[in-house]
Every structure is written in C-alpha cells, then in structure tokens.
C-alpha cells in the first residue's frame, strides 16, 4: 500500500498551489482520506479529511474557507486545493488514508490512519 503526494512547492503569500494524492495499490475511493501537515518543532495537525462514504468534508479552522479536499475517483486521487496561503501554512504535507479515519467526524488524529505519504513540501514566503 502506498500513498504518493504530489504539487508541493514555494509561493508568495497570497499564492495557491494544489496537492495531490494518489494510490498506487489499492482504490482509493473507499477509503477516509485526510490531509495533515508538520512545521519544524510542531506537532502533526490535521488540515483536512474526506470522508468514503458520503464524500463529507472537515477542515480545521485555520484553513476553513481557504482549502478544499476533492476526490477524483476516476484518477484514484485526492486532492487539496490550497488558496489565499499564508506564511503559517509552511509546513511538510502529508496525505493518509483509513477506512474509518474521520468516522468520527472533525476529531480525527493521525493514529487514526494507517497508510501515509512520504509528505511534500510547502512553502509561503515574500
């Protein structure tokens, strides 16, 4: 099982960029997908979760109408489309995925997840 992220990368503040997560070995449609980011000397937060099975969407507070969380089943992708960024967003991001990751709705935590990427790197900088 692997999760592979992808869209990473520097922008001025204001700027977008769009993750991307994909699946190489499994459908990736039946699983909670989230989104979770880690800044040097913090702790892993979650930014965003996708729920399998009716696509329900959570978003911590901090990016509440800035981020989206997508899926493109026919690509086996999930996505963050990341808008407005702000210099606290810098952080590495990582994408996961469970079959019940956000069961319990925006209280999700990545002991919830068994399957990771290897995270990408996000930069928001003048």
């Known amino acids: 099982v692997q999760l592979v992220e992808s869209g990473g990368g520097s922008v001025q503040p204001g700027g977008s960029l769009r993750l991307s997560c994909a699946a190489s070995?499994?459908?990736?449609?039946?699983?909670?997908v989230a989104w979770f980011r880690q800044a040097p000397g913090k702790e892993r937060e979650g930014v965003s979760c996708i729920s399998s099975r009716d696509n329900t969407t959570y978003y911590a507070e901090s990016v509440q109408g800035r981020f989206t969380i997508s899926r493109d089943n026919a690509e086996k992708t999930v996505s963050l489309q990341m808008l407005r960024l702000k210099p606290e967003d810098t952080a590495v991001y990582y994408c996961?995925?469970?079959?019940?990751?956000?069961?319990?709705?925006?209280?999700?935590?990545?002991?919830?997840?068994?399957?990771w990427g290897q995270g990408t790197q996000v930069n928001v900088s003048s």
């Open positions: 996961a995925a469970d079959l019940l990751g956000c069961s319990s709705g925006s209280h999700y935590y990545p002991a919830d997840f068994a399957y």
């Open positions: 070995t499994f459908m990736l449609d039946i699983y909670d």
